[in-house]
């Protein structure tokens, strides 16, 4: 079975830091409201212009802060990369998922090659074609703009985390040293519904089926294997860089000295 390696520190680290960051934004519009409510019924006809401007700019700060703790909790606190775990039962144990313990988040050294995994926990209609990638904006959206996850530019995103991992084996095993890197655009959320039109990308759907993922890695019968010198070294590599980061993300967040996450 395939061996997932996650930087678990980093991602409770994050979770939590979105939770208190969501629960401080409800106490920094809440506490003027409970300083402003007596003049509220106190049987005045106006309330005075420092309540007035405490009170908006306490709302606007914890609408802000509200939507930060979103960000944090909607890519660290659900784990939905854990759906692409469960989509590689069944595979050899030489197929290594890497979870935020690389320069890119979610990656795959299985023994034909490397495969950048970038996930798009999106929901709403997705259209791609020719003129490129569209998702239809609510009302829900737009007031989650910048809490929830944006679409982008996956194609051209994953050809940057792309380049950007061959650049880190570059700087670590040398320019010669050349694996296959190949990219997969992942989408995760069952509410998604994706529409392709006229063009040929890498694209899988994995609430489609339980085989979507393995479908989408599946090689040909005669597709030629990693050496095992490469293979090993990239192991090595990756494993290495995996411990560096948990390690580094279990040291948390230390101000004055002191550890607080």
Known sequence: MAQIVTNTPLVERNAKLGRWITTG??????????ITFPALFSGR????????????GALILGLVLSNVGGYFLN????????????ALK??????????????VHNVLLSPYDV????????????????????????????????????????????EAQKEKLLAFIHDRLGAGFNPPVEGLIVFTNPRARIEITNVDL????????EDALKNALKKPKNAPQLKKEVYDALYELFEEEAEARRVEASSGLVIAGRKIL
Request: glycine share 6%.
């Open 115 to 158: 495969t950048v995994l970038l996930l798009k926990n999106v929901d709403g209609q997705v259209t791609v074609d020719s003129k490129g990638w569209r998702m239809n904006l609510n009302l829900l959206r737009f007031l989650r703009w910048f809490s929830s996850e944006q679409l982008g530019d996956p194609t051209r995103d994953l």
């Open 75 to 86: 890519r660290w606190g659900f784990k939905y990369y854990e759906a692409v775990g469960n």
């Open 45 to 56: 006809s106006e309330i005075p212009t420092e309540q007035l401007l405490l009170l908006y």
């Open 90 to 103: 069944g595979t050899d144990k030489k197929y290594r998922l890497y979870n935020y313990s690389l320069p």
């Open 202 to 209: 890498p694209i899988v759907f994995l609430p489609s089926s």
């Open 25 to 34: 934004s409800l106490i920094v519009i809440l506490a003027p409201l409970a």
